[in-house]
């Protein structure tokens, strides 16, 4: 089992839609969790870190459910620009300060006109 | 004034060659890392160094050495390169933090072996 799971997509959705992705992780252990976007043929970039209250940036809004080990992102009223692809993303170490980031194979999104 | 900086950009190598690929991050960053891309776009760590220290060494062929120098550099050298190879590789740094913390990605350095 991967340590990280998504959808790889792709979603096709229209501008102005709201799309979930969602993401699953199988070490119990890990600490913290955040949300990665890149863009074609770029490195990949922060987009929110995800708290286990829920954190919400502008349209994005993101939730963990440690109990079961699930982690989502809520993209609303979508634009062109949010084309991507969506990384889910665990920290696995212990919390020692050294972190390792285990990438999901992440979720493609395109948003048409 | 780029934040992690990687050098070269592209790499079109033939079978047996050994290569080096240069990393700096003018952020101030303890922790450096390597990442391997590969066709399928699954983002894997290779090695993790804090303060010049290896950390994670995630069962990589001995093929590939990292070495740094610095705190601000983490080089990674392969030898006897292979079709496999090919790939993505990025660099990246974060602040050693509790809790987790941004890393922040180089452009990557797109490897292609012939």
């Known amino acids: 089992r991967k340590e990280v799971e998504q959808d790889p997509g792709p979603f096709n959705v229209p501008e102005g839609a709201t799309v979930a992705f969602n993401c699953t992780y199988s070490?119990?252990?890990?600490?913290?969790f955040f949300w990665y976007r890149q863009d074609c043929r770029k490195e990949p970039k922060l987009l929110m870190s995800?708290?286990?209250s829920g954190n919400e940036d502008g349209r994005f809004t993101a939730q963990l459910n440690r109990a079961s080990q699930y982690i989502s992102l809520l993209i609303r009223d979508s634009k062109l620009s949010d084309s991507a692809t969506y990384l889910c993303?665990?920290?696995?170490?212990?919390?020692?300060?050294?972190?390792?980031?285990?990438f999901g194979t992440g979720t493609r999104l395109l948003v048409s006109p | 004034d780029t934040a992690v900086s990687q050098t070269p950009k592209y790499l079109v190598t033939q079978m047996g060659n050994d290569k080096s690929i240069k990393c700096e991050q003018n952020?101030?960053?303890?922790?450096m890392y390597w990442y391997k891309q590969d066709s399928k776009k699954f983002l894997k760590i290779m090695f993790s160094?804090?303060?010049?220290?290896?950390?994670i060494n995630e069962t990589v062929p001995n093929r590939f050495s990292p070495k740094s120098p610095d705190k601000a550099h983490l080089n990674l050298h392969i030898n006897s390169l292979e079709l496999g190879d090919s790939a993505v590789y990025f660099c990246?740094?974060?602040?050693?933090?509790?809790?987790?913390?941004?890393?922040?990605f180089g452009q990557g350095t797109r490897l292609t072996v012939v």
């Open positions: 990246a740094s974060s602040v050693r933090g509790f809790g987790g913390t941004e890393a922040f």
């Open positions: 070490n119990s252990a890990s600490q913290s």
């Open positions: 995800v708290y286990s």
């Open positions: 993303v665990v920290n696995g170490a212990r919390d020692t300060g050294f972190q390792k980031l285990v």
């Open positions: 952020l101030g960053h303890d922790t």
């Open positions: 160094y804090n303060n010049k220290e290896l950390i």
